[in-house]
């Protein structure tokens, strides 16, 4: 069963537009862990915002925060301000406990296009 | 932040010859590694998990004698892809971890493999 499910294939925002991509996700377990990665043609993975499953807050790294609704399972990641340089591939992934040896479980992607 | 870097970048290589993909944690020492696999347009796939001094945790459906992982030590592991084959052809990414603790895992920069 897909555990991170990402329905947005693609999205189109305009330059200095706010964007939400959408990423649900399914685990029994109490503790875990979400991640959204970037990646652009280049193919590189880049690290933009965890949340843990015990964070209250939502996390924030600069223009990006993870909208989390822990009773929804979902984790939203909004970027604000959007700039021509963040047109990539956007993942969202969780990681859960020790008996999946921590590894990241990735959804689809969701192609983001900025456009000017 | 930590480096993990990959090499080679990319590779060609003829169907039935073997190739080795090497995945070194240059500035910390990773007790963990984990080796993707991505083919184009798809998600990151999680082939094996490899501990230093263990034999790798392989997922289902990944065959452990044609995908073979070595994690002699602390910053190195390697995947060689054995009597590879057309349908090989991929993204292959590695990231280590720093240990169970920590939930950040660094991503090396991914090798491109072309079997003709």
């Known amino acids: 069963a897909q555990k991170i499910t990402q329905t947005q294939p693609g999205m189109f925002v305009q330059e200095k537009e706010a964007v939400t991509l959408d990423c649900t996700y399914d685990?029994?377990?109490?503790?875990?862990?979400l991640f959204w990665y970037k990646q652009p043609s280049s193919g590189e993975m880049i690290f933009l915002i965890y949340?843990?499953?015990?964070?209250?807050q939502n996390a924030t790294e600069g223009r990006y925060s993870l909208n989390f609704q822990k009773a929804r399972k979902s984790a939203n990641l909004v970027i604000s301000a959007s700039q021509l340089g963040d047109s990539a591939m956007y993942f969202c992934?969780?990681?859960?406990?020790?008996?999946?040896?921590?590894?990241?479980?990735f959804g689809k992607g969701t192609s983001l296009l900025v456009t000017p | 932040g930590a480096v993990v870097s990959q090499h080679p970048s990319w590779v060609i290589c003829k169907s039935g010859t073997s190739v080795k993909i090497e995945c070194r944690s240059l500035?910390?020492?990773?007790?963990?590694m984990f080796w993707y696999r991505q083919f184009p347009k798809q998600s990151l796939m999680l082939m094996a998990t490899?501990?230093?001094?263990?034999?790798?945790?392989?997922e289902q459906g990944v065959e452990k004698d044609k995908f073979l992982i070595n994690h002699a030590s602390l910053t190195l592991s390697t995947l060689t892809v054995t009597s590879a084959h057309p349908e090989d052809s991929s993204f292959y990414i590695c990231?280590?971890?720093?240990?169970?603790?920590?939930?950040?895992?660094?991503f090396g920069p991914g090798t491109r493999l072309t079997v003709t």
């Open positions: 949340q843990g499953s015990y964070d209250e």
């Open positions: 990231s280590a971890s720093a240990g169970t603790g920590t939930y950040e895992q660094y």
């Open positions: 500035d910390f020492q990773a007790t963990t």
């Open positions: 490899s501990n230093e001094g263990s034999k790798a945790t392989y």
């Open positions: 992934a969780m990681r859960e406990g020790p008996d999946s040896g921590y590894a990241l479980n």
């Open positions: 685990t029994s377990d109490q503790s875990y862990g």
